[in-house]
Structures are given as C-alpha cells and as structure tokens.
C-alpha cells in the first residue's frame, strides 16, 4: 500500500484537506481517531491514565476528559513525557493494522504529529497542510474554544513550521481560496496515483 501522510500544525485545516481526497476515494486513516479508540472506557490505556492523574480526569459519562488532560499535559513537560510513552506505541499498532486494511489506489494517513512522533516511517510521501501562526491561533479559538495561551502551548509543542515545511515533499496552502485548494488537491491525487502505480508495479 502506498501511503502519503497528510500533516499540519493544529489549525491548520487537514480535516478540510482530507475530505477532499475522501471525495476522490481515497481510503482515510486518522491519528487522532486512533488516539481516541486506545484510551475508550474500558481500555487498559484508560485506566492507567486514571490511575495516574487521578479521577477528575474522567468527564460524567466515564470517557477521558481531553480538553482538561490538555491543560494539563502541555504545562507540565515531565507529564506530557510520560502520557506519550504509554500511547504513541498503541497508537501506531492501531496505525499501522488499519493502513493495512484500506482497499483504495492509495491511503491518507492523517496525523498532526507525524513527524513528531515517527509516525512518518509508515509513509511513502509527506504533505504538509500550511498556514501562519497567526490563522492557526484564530481557527483553533473559534473551533474549541478554550484559551489563547493553550493553544500557543500546544503550537510550542509541535514541531516548528520551517522544519515541517523543510520534511514536506507537497505543500499545501491552506489560506488559498477554496477552488484553488481543491485544485491543488487534485493535482497532488494524479501525482499519488502514479506513485502508488509504480510502486505496485516494483
């Protein structure tokens, strides 16, 4: 299977970006779904979790409270450590079975930390969804809420946006109009089903 990772900064709109190539058929595989599946109630990851930051971090309904882990994690560096030790391994087995269950010419694996976490080693290509700090800030705001400083947190935390630009084979700009996004996408669907092709084809 050849496999383009799709990658961004939080904000930056890779939701958007992959429901294009989903209208192109092309099977998707989302990190932050599977980020999501290893920590559901019931899960061994859960219950460490819980065991760990103790049962306020669980919402009503017995599921991870997420927006309250995030405040936590990303002011505390040795916590974030030690959450990311326990699920970046789940999470990439979980990768790495549904990337091998997709039927399509080729698969997207969405992943805002691809390059983060090594996720990148599942890929044949890198695209990188790109837009300024400063749109990443807004959008993010107007989504989920929350504050301006945690989300300057969580971009602090990310890999730099000159470095993921340098790791992207594509780049996407995702401040473009909405016709020239998806043009652009288009393009990058034609490059990938050639690719995909000859690496069939080896």
Sequence with gaps: MFVVGLTGGIGSGKSTVAEMFTALEIDLVDADVAAREVVAPGTPALAEIVEHFGPDILMADGGLDRRRLRRVIFHQEQEKHWLETLLHPLIRRRLTQQISNRRSAYCLLISPLLLETGQAELVDRIVV??????????????????????????????????????????????????????????????????????????
Aim: glycine residues 4%; positive net charge; charged residues 30%.
């Design 129 to 202: 969804v790109d837009v300024s700090v400063k749109t990443q800030i807004a959008r993010t705001l107007a989504r989920d809420g929350g504050e301006e400083r945690t989300v300057r947190a969580i971009i602090a935390a990310q890999i730099e946006r000159s470095q993921r630009l340098e790791h992207g084979d594509d780049i996407i700009d995702n401040e473009l109009p909405v016709q020239t996004l998806r043009q652009r996408v288009e393009t990058l669907h034609q490059q990938y089903l050639a690719m995909a092709k000859a690496k069939r084809n080896q």
